[in-house]
C-alpha cells in the first residue's frame, strides 16, 4: 500500500507545474503528510491543465463573467443600467450566480411526452464532447494529454456536439422542440464544411496539426498570415454557438427556444451553458491558430503558469469582442443563412485554403 | 423524496436558495392589456426591472414569475392557469391594474375573470395603468416578502378626520327621464338630392317588400318579412350587390322583438360601391328563427355565428353551433336586453 503510494507520488512528482512565485508554500506543504498527495495532483501537470486553467475551474470562472457581460454589455447599449442591485460594489457581477443557483433549487419537469431516460441523460451526456476537448488543448508546458493530432482531434470533437442538441430535441418530443432541432441540424451544415475547411486551410500553413509547431510557426499571429481563414472562422464561430445574427436553432421570439423548450430548473441551467461551453472551447482552437496561442511576454516569476494565463487572456478578449457582436445585430432568416453558408462562405473557406497551401508552401 | 423536498425548503440550504431565487425573478410575457405598456417602460432605459434581477424571458417553463398586466377574460384565464401550471416552483404572482383587482372599468363584466379566483396572488398593484415605479416596488416588495417570509403592503393610507359644518358635495343628477321602452326606427326616411339612389329605388318596389325608404345620401334602407328575406337578398345580388358588410341584431324587448339588419354593398359594380343597403327584418323574440344568407353572400358567415352567441339568434341554414367567439362557459346571450349579471357579495359588517 504504501509502496503503491510511493509509486503514485513519484509519478505526480515528476511532472511537476513550476512556479517560482509559490515555490516556498509548495515546498512547506510538500512535508505534511496528507496534503502533500493533494498538493502534488493539483500542480501535476496534466491535472492542473485539466481541471485548474485553462481547464474546468477557469471555465466555471468565464461562465460566470461572459453570461454578467453579455447582459451588461447589451443593457449599456440600449442607455439601461443591467443586473446592478445584487452586488453594488462589483457592479452586480454575481447576476449569473443567482440565476444558477435559481435554476439549481427549482422543480425539474419532465412532461409526459418526453422519453424520459434520454429527456435526463442527454444534457449530461451532451457534456462529453464539450468537455473532452479541454484535454487535447495544451498552453506552454501546461498539457493533458500530448499529441500531434490535437487540432484536428479538437475539430471532431466540436462537430459532434449538434448531434447532442438534436437528440435533445427529439427527446423532447414537442414541436417547437422539434422544429429547433431541424433548424440545428439545416445550420450545422451550413457551418461545418466551411469551419473545418478554414481549419485544414491553417493545418497546410502550418503543415502540422500539432499546437506546438502552430505556435512556433507564427512569427506574426496567423490572422494576417490567412486572414480569409480569419474571417471564415470567426463567422463559422458565431453560426456554430447560436450567437445572435445566426440565433436560429433557438429563436426565443419565434420557436421559444428550440430544442431547450420543454426543459426546466436544473436541466434548463445545464443545456444553457452548453453554448458558451462550446463557445470557449471554439475560442482556445481560435487563439492557439490566429491570434499566437500562449506567446506573449514572460514575467519569471510565474514560470510555467505565464503561457496559459497569457492564452486564457487571449481567448476572454477575443470571446468579449464576439459578445458585442450578440448585443448589436439583429437575427438572419434560416433561408438566408442557409444561402450565405452554402455559397459565398464556402466560396470563402475553398479560397482560404488555396491561399493557406501557398502561403504554407513559401514559408 | 418528501425529505428531500422539505430539506430544499428549510433545511441548511435554504438561505441559499431564498437568496437565488430573490435576486432572480424573471416574468414570462403575459400582456393582456394597457398594463403592458407600463411593464414595457418599466423594463427599458428609464426605469430599467434588470437592475433588480427581473429579466423579461419567453416562455413559462424557465421562469418563475408571473405579472399579470391588465383584465383577464374567461378565454385568458384558462391561458393564465395553464401558464401557472406549467411553471416550476416555487413560482410567484403580482397582479397589476385596476382590472385585475376588481374588474376596473370592465367591472361586472359578463365576461370578465378575477386573477385571484385562477392562481394564487402574491400581491397587487392598484392604478389605472400602474406607474413603472409602482411595477418596480411591487416587484421589491415581493423579495422583501422572500426575504422575511412576512407579506406586508408598502402603502401608508392616512386617517380620514371627519369635519363638522362642511357641506357635502352636491352629487350629480340622475337623467331625467329614463324611458322603459325606447322606440327604435331603422328606417327614418329623409329628403336628399340622390337622383341615383331614387332610380334604385323604383327598381327595388318591383320586388316584393314591405317597404324601401332612403335613409340618408347613398343609405338606402329595406324592409321585408323573415319569408321573403332569403329571395330579396338573391335579387340584391343579380342587381351588382356582392358582400355583406356587418350583420347586426337589435333587442326589442317591449315590442317583443329582434331587428336583423344586413348591410350589404358592392365590390365588383363601381356606382354601387358607395351605397349601403340595409337589409333587416323583424322576427318575434320567442322563436327567433331567421334564413341565414351565408349561402348568397360567403362574408355573412362569420357575423351570423357571432351574432349566434351574443343573442341566440338562430340563422336557418348556417351549419355552425355552439359558442363561436366567447369562451364555454360564458352565461348564455349576454346581450340580450334580459340579461342578468352576476351579482356582487360583498362579506363584512
Keep these: 500500500m504504501i509502496a503503491m503510494f510511493d509509486l503514485v507520488m513519484q509519478i505526480l512528482k515528476s511532472n511537476q507545474i513550476e512556479i517560482p512565485l509559490i515555490q516556498p508554500v509548495v515546498d512547506s506543504l510538500i512535508e505534511i503528510p496528507v496534503l502533500n498527495a493533494l498538493v502534488a495532483l493539483i500542480l501535476w501537470r496534466p491535472f492542473f491543465a485539466v481541471v485548474v486553467m485553462p481547464g474546468l475551474l477557469v471555465l466555471m470562472i468565464y461562465l460566470l463573467y461572459i453570461i454578467w457581460f453579455e447582459r451588461k454589455l447589451t443593457a449599456r447599449i440600449q442607455w439601461r443600467v443591467g443586473p446592478l442591485e445584487i452586488a453594488r460594489p462589483l457592479r452586480g457581477a454575481i447576476q449569473a450566480l443567482a440565476d444558477g443557483l435559481r435554476y439549481f433549487f427549482q422543480e425539474a419537469i419532465v412532461h409526459k411526452e418526453a422519453h424520459r431516460p434520454y429527456f435526463i441523460q442527454l444534457p449530461i451526456l451532451a457534456f462529453i464532447p464539450v468537455l473532452l476537448p479541454i484535454a487535447f488543448i495544451p498552453a506552454g508546458n501546461v498539457v493533458g494529454i500530448k499529441t500531434p493530432y490535437a487540432i484536428q482531434l479538437i475539430v471532431a470533437f466540436i462537430s459532434l456536439i449538434p448531434i447532442t442538441i438534436v437528440a435533445i430535441g427529439w427527446a423532447s418530443n414537442s414541436r417547437f422542440a422539434f422544429v429547433g432541432s431541424v433548424r440545428e441540424a439545416l445550420m450545422y451544415v451550413a457551418y461545418e464544411i466551411p469551419f473545418i475547411i478554414a481549419v485544414i486551410s491553417m493545418i497546410f500553413l502550418y503543415g502540422s496539426g500539432d499546437p506546438y509547431v502552430v505556435i512556433e510557426k507564427q512569427w506574426i499571429p496567423g490572422a494576417f498570415l490567412n486572414p480569409l481563414a480569419f474571417l471564415v472562422f470567426l463567422i463559422a464561430m458565431l453560426m456554430a454557438t447560436s450567437r445572435l445574427p445566426f440565433e436560429i436553432p433557438e429563436a426565443d421570439q419565434e420557436i421559444a427556444f428550440g430544442p431547450f423548450v420543454e426543459y426546466s430548473g436544473i436541466l434548463f441551467g445545464l443545456v444553457m451553458v452548453l453554448a458558451y461551453e462550446k463557445l470557449y472551447v471554439m475560442a482556445l482552437l481560435f487563439t492557439i491558430l490566429f491570434l499566437g496561442g500562449w506567446s506573449g511576454p514572460q514575467i519569471a516569476l510565474l514560470g510555467d503558469l505565464n503561457a496559459p494565463i497569457w492564452l486564457v487572456i487571449k481567448t476572454l478578449v477575443a470571446i468579449s469582442i464576439i459578445a458585442i457582436v450578440r448585443s448589436m445585430y439583429a437575427r438572419y432568416r434560416i433561408d438566408q443563412a442557409l444561402r450565405m453558408g452554402f455559397s459565398w462562405f464556402l466560396a470563402l473557406s475553398v479560397l482560404a485554403l488555396v491561399i493557406g497551401a501557398f502561403i504554407g508552401m513559401v514559408i | ?349
Excluded at chain 2, 350587390?241 to 324587448?253: A, G, L, M, Q, Y
Design chain 2, 1 to 349: 423524496m418528501d425529505d428531500f423536498t422539505k430539506f430544499i425548503h428549510s433545511g441548511k440550504l435554504a438561505p441559499l436558495k431564498k437568496w437565488g431565487t430573490k435576486w432572480s425573478l424573471w416574468p414570462v410575457h403575459l400582456v393582456t392589456a394597457c398594463c403592458g405598456a407600463e411593464l414595457a417602460h418599466a423594463f427599458a432605459s428609464g426605469y430599467d426591472g434588470e437592475r433588480i434581477g427581473a429579466l423579461n424571458y419567453g416562455i413559462a417553463r424557465q421562469t418563475n414569475f408571473i405579472i399579470v398586466e391588465g383584465a383577464i377574460t374567461r378565454k385568458m384565464a384558462r391561458v393564465l392557469r395553464i401558464t401557472w401550471e406549467q411553471m416550476p416552483d416555487p413560482k410567484f404572482v403580482i397582479v397589476m391594474g385596476a382590472c385585475g383587482l376588481n374588474g376596473g372599468i370592465f367591472w361586472n363584466g359578463y365576461n370578465l375573470v378575477k386573477p385571484s379566483e385562477v392562481v394564487p396572488v402574491e400581491f397587487f398593484i392598484p392604478g389605472c395603468p400602474p406607474t413603472p415605479e409602482a411595477l418596480l416596488r411591487g416587484i421589491r416588495q415581493l423579495q422583501k416578502k422572500l426575504e422575511t417570509g412576512e407579506a406586508e403592503s408598502s402603502v401608508d393610507f392616512y386617517d380620514l378626520r371627519l369635519q363638522k359644518g362642511k357641506i357635502p358635495k352636491m352629487l350629480p343628477k340622475s337623467p331625467k327621464r329614463i324611458s322603459e321602452n325606447p322606440l327604435i326606427i331603422v328606417n327614418r326616411a329623409k329628403e336628399v338630392d340622390w337622383a341615383f339612389g331614387k332610380e334604385l329605388c323604383e327598381k327595388l318596389k318591383a320586388l316584393k317588400l314591405e317597404s324601401v325608404v332612403i335613409t340618408a345620401k347613398n343609405r338606402i334602407a329595406v324592409k321585408v318579412s323573415e319569408s321573403n328575406l332569403k329571395e330579396t337578398a338573391i335579387e340584391l345580388k343579380k342587381l351588382g350587390f356582392d358582400h355583406v358588410k356587418s350583420v347586426n341584431v337589435i333587442d326589442v324587448p317591449a315590442e317583443n322583438k329582434f331587428i336583423v339588419e344586413y348591410h350589404i354593398s358592392s365590390y365588383s359594380n363601381k356606382d354601387l360601391m358607395p351605397v349601403i343597403v340595409n337589409l333587416f327584418t323583424e322576427i318575434p323574440r320567442k322563436e327567433a328563427k331567421v334564413s341565414s344568407l351565408a349561402d348568397i353572400f360567403p362574408s355573412a358567415d362569420y357575423m351570423e355565428r357571432e351574432m349566434h352567441d351574443f343573442f341566440g339568434v338562430e340563422f336557418k341554414g348556417n351549419p355552425w353551433k355552439g359558442k363561436f367567439l366567447l369562451a364555454p362557459d360564458t352565461p348564455e346571450f349576454p346581450l340580450r336586453k334580459d340579461f342578468k349579471l352576476q351579482e356582487e357579495i360583498y362579506v363584512g359588517d
